[in-house]
DNA sequence: CAATCTATTTGATATAGATCAAGATTCATG
DNA sequence: CATGAATCTTGATCTATATCAAATAGATTG
């Protein structure tokens, strides 16, 4: 038991410098020295499983969360119990910037799949990064990139056809598997057709009969949640090609 | 000639300290000392006309733009030309945190009328927020903000019909106006119907009809750009409580 | 201030995607 | 591994909003 509990203070003590993940979540280039700052203010390495809530809108921020595994949706909800999904999110991402602004989470967060989390309170993180130019500076570039997302859905949402957003959801989610070292072929997908649609502003049904169509056309395989995709340019055509006549 | 040069140098010098905006674009609390310092570094007070652009997506990021007066639209431009109206900017607001992301601006800023802005050197900023706590979080409050501004607008745009999202973007203008002391009632639309429907996901002609709608309906008064508001809970009322029966 | 250009309104019609419905498949649980 | 609950697929139909079109109003310019 007492060895168990000296092995996990081992392991707590070296997860950033020893992470996969940590050219994703940490600036490059750190000193050993200011990545053991870094690594002193992750106090907190959870897990969360599927169907769980990480946060969930209105109580207090605290902690950012990076995403060690797993993957993870997060959504809005309005007055009426109208759901809107806002983003899905998976290994090497950070959440939770939303809840800075009101000091109190935004939106809520679902695991979609067993996942690793380590928690980073934002305090400690502000404090830090005054000391670290170069975490200061990742700090901004990760909200910034936030916002640049959220346009591309905004584009996403506003002027394309059902067809383009769902082949550019796909392209999207073949281009993060890739980044992170998986097939960009060949994915499940972890999230049901209702929360696609959600995220696109479709209806389940739309969702489910464009998966079809794309198979149809020999764009992709579907089988329930595995994805294959056979034809890359062919769904790249799709988007931006087939703009409204406006 | 001499002495209107030193009047532009003692205005410059004292802009924050006196600016009306400045609970809308400084921390609260700062001391006369930090006041100062930053006033240091808003190096360039500059105006913009109507039709010219602040800034374009490509072009390298070098600052961030506080609005001191006027309105600004942002906009993306996808590949195939479709333009999708992301955001509308006025006094008080800070333009340019998508920039951050990749050291180049991701949108467009137009002037929608005759307007002056602040300059602030982003890499200055950051320097100086390291030394004062205060400003720093309100930096990260700031782009926070704008996180969740585009939730709203993604679950506008992914969620709302025609109606709530017209009565929505009015209601949010109106508080935007009150908040800075105008009518909460009446004011000037800056942007054509055409900008307004790229913003919500319509077609212009749809806004127009809607406007109509709204008109006859006794919920608010239009005549071209001018609008009343003369049912705030009708509006309000309209949004939300229509949600399609999913 | 006439001329021209741009923005807006309104009507008629078309259509993409929603809605409704019924099976079929997959998944979770005792 | 059987059984009930989710989830997904597919078809038929409906409707909100787009599209097309034309007339009007407002703004800009020489």
Not at 188 to 208: N, P
Not at 210 to 231: A, P, R, T, W
Request: charged share 25%; hydrophobic share 40%; with cysteine.
């Amino acid at each position: 038991m007492a060895s168990q509990a000296v092995l996990r203070s081992i392991h707590l003590k070296s997860i950033c410098s020893s992470c996969s993940l940590r050219e994703l979540c940490l600036p490059i280039g750190l000193s050993p020295r200011d990545m053991e700052a870094l690594e002193g203010l992750v106090h907190q390495r959870r897990t969360c499983r599927r169907g769980e809530h990480l946060y969930r809108a209105g109580v207090p921020f605290q902690s950012l969360f990076a995403i060690r595994s797993g993957f993870f949706k997060t959504y809005v909800i309005y007055e009426d119990g109208r759901e809107q999904v806002t983003g899905f999110s998976m290994m090497g991402e950070m959440m939770g910037l939303d809840g800075i602004s009101a000091d109190t989470h935004s939106c809520n967060a679902l695991a979609l799949e067993d996942s690793e989390i380590c928690e980073v309170p934002f305090a400690k993180l502000e404090e830090l990064s005054r000391d670290l130019p170069s975490l200061q500076h990742h700090l901004h570039k990760m909200m910034s990139r936030e916002i640049v997302r959220d346009h591309g859905v905004m584009l996403l949402l506003g002027s394309m056809r059902a067809e383009e957003r769902l082949a550019a959801f796909l392209l999207n989610l073949s281009q993060r598997f890739q980044a992170r070292g998986y097939s960009p072929d060949s994915f499940h997908l972890r999230m049901t057709r209702e929360e696609i649609g959600s995220y696109l502003g479709l209806k389940l049904e739309t969702v489910s009969r464009l998966f079809s169509k794309f198979h149809e056309d020999g764009l992709i395989n579907v089988q329930n949640k595995y994805i294959e995709i056979k034809d890359l340019a062919g769904l790249r055509h799709l988007v931006g090609e087939q703009a409204r006549p406006t």
